[in-house]
Nanobody
Framework: QVQLVESGGGLVQAGDSLRLSCAAS????????MGWFRQAPGKEREFVAA????????YYADSVKGRFTISRDNAGNTLYLQMNSLKPDDTAVYYC???????????????????WGQGTQVTVSS
């Protein structure tokens, strides 16, 4: 089982940028499909972005497409989420997750992942 630890969250203003990191340990990082999800207070956890084993394929939620970029460094066992043009609606706890299968209907759902990090808070003020 892989262990995941997110970092990089914080308080920023609307329009600012932030980069989240997710450090993986315990199993071969490159054998996992990786995703980012977020959960705002009183709302369900929602899909943000996903990336396949090599990093060649990515998939984004419509709400972040064009503003967020998911990437991975398999040699460094780290997943990233570059967030630009942040909006107050992006305020949430962000989670990284690891899975083993790549298909749109799987990577966009929480049930498609087997391991989760503890989350990092992102707050965007207006």
């Amino acid at each position: 089982q892989v262990q995941l630890v997110e970092s990089g969250g914080g308080l920023v203003q609307a329009g600012d940028s932030l980069r989240l990191s997710c450090a993986a340990s315990g199993r071969t990082f490159s054998s996992y499909v990786m995703g980012w999800f977020r959960q705002a207070p009183g709302k369900e956890r929602e899909f943000v972005a996903a990336i396949n084993w090599s990093g060649y394929n990515t998939y984004y939620a419509d709400s972040v497409k064009g503003r967020f970029t998911i990437s991975r460094d398999n040699a460094g066992n780290t997943l990233y989420l570059q967030m630009n043009s942040l909006k107050p609606d992006d305020t949430a706890v962000y989670y990284c997750a690891a899975g083993t299968r790549w298909a749109v209907h799987l990577v966009a759902a929480a049930a498609g992942y087997d391991a989760w990090g503890q989350g990092t808070q992102v707050t965007v003020s207006s």
